[in-house]
């Protein structure tokens, strides 16, 4: 394994640097992001349209694609940092919300539904001035 380290040293440092970059992109991003969810976006049965289906087809498909790659270079960025330096499972949390896929908007709804979560989401509203984020009851 330091044989292998060794003679990959700059793959190694590149990938020691994108983990560092990519820990302090997710903890300006994830606040940053948190807040700006309307406050009522968890209590639809079906994930309320936002302005990328306002959007042209052709600009549609363009931004969505963009959004599912760069969602999935950060879950295998976060995979990686499991073992380099970073926040791995907040970046790997991260990428897969940039995913689109079935079932992803209940998941959020669950995840959110966590007391931890939803108070923690509510404290960083709170500090900027945001309304509380509302969550409807689990079923």
């Given at each position: 394994m330091f044989?292998?380290?060794k003679d990959h040293g700059t793959?190694?440092?590149a990938l020691g640097a994108a983990s560092v970059l990519v820990l302090i992109a997710s903890v300006i991003l994830a606040p940053a992001l948190v807040v700006r969810i309307p406050a009522d976006y968890f209590t639809h049965a079906r994930r309320p349209s936002g302005w990328l289906a306002r959007q042209r087809p052709a600009l549609q498909l363009l931004l969505?694609?963009?959004k599912n790659v760069l969602g999935g270079v950060l879950l295998l960025a976060g995979i990686a940092m499991l073992?380099?330096?970073g926040q791995g499972l907040?970046?790997?949390l991260l990428g897969f919300f940039l995913l689109d896929g079935p079932g992803k908007y209940r998941f959020e709804k669950w995840l959110v539904r966590?007391?931890?979560v939803h108070r923690s989401i509510n404290w960083l509203r709170v500090r900027r001035g945001r309304e509380l984020l509302q969550v409807?009851?689990?079923k």
């Open positions: 044989d292998w380290i793959l190694v440092a969505r694609l963009g073992a380099l330096p907040l970046t790997m966590r007391r931890w409807t009851a689990s």
